[in-house]
């Protein structure tokens, strides 16, 4: 049977590499690179009988230490047979003169998220994000779901819905 004195060293043993292990993850809370938010607004529009566009207003808070650098964008929709779709990303430029082109899109609210951006750290923006796809716009609006897919320059991959 083991004497009080080594049962008492043993549990202050415990506590003291109970309070390093929480230390060490309390110091290092803001190093996990990840992208939080979600999609506000999605919109749907025809470009002509066989190929659509859809646009999607977003908002994403960056909660680490370090800024998330924009690698790809990608939106993908889950048509209403499963079928998953990825789109072709439309940038700024062109972003610009679709909403006057396409009415039914209405007012463009934010400025397109783009490759080489950087969200920093502790900092939330209102982006927004478009892709074509060569589908009717029937399809995408019976749509199922939709993501927004962002890739950090150095790996992580940041899901809004």
Do not use: W
């Not at 999609?39 to 909660?63: E, I, M, Q, W, Y």
């Amino acid at each position: 049977m083991p004497s009080k004195t080594l049962l008492i060293c043993a549990g202050i043993g415990l506590l003291v590499i109970g309070a390093m292990i929480g230390g060490g993850l309390f110091a290092t809370r803001g190093t996990r690179l990840e992208l939080n938010g979600s999609v506000r607004k999605t919109r749907v529009a025809a470009l002509s009988a066989t190929r659509s566009v859809v646009v999607l207003d977003f908002r994403a808070t960056n909660p680490s230490d370090y800024p998330f650098v924009v690698k790809t964008v990608e939106v993908e929709v889950t048509l209403a047979n499963g079928k998953k779709e990825i789109g072709q990303y439309v940038p700024e430029v062109d972003a610009k003169t679709l909403f006057p082109a396409l009415p039914a899109l209405g007012d463009k609210l934010a400025v397109s998220i783009g490759t080489g951006e950087k969200i920093g750290g502790k900092q939330t923006v209102e982006r927004m994000a478009a892709a074509s796809f060569l589908l009717p716009e029937s399809d995408l609006a019976g749509r199922k779901g939709v993501v927004l897919r962002l890739r950090d320059v150095d790996g992580p991959v940041a899901e809004l819905r």
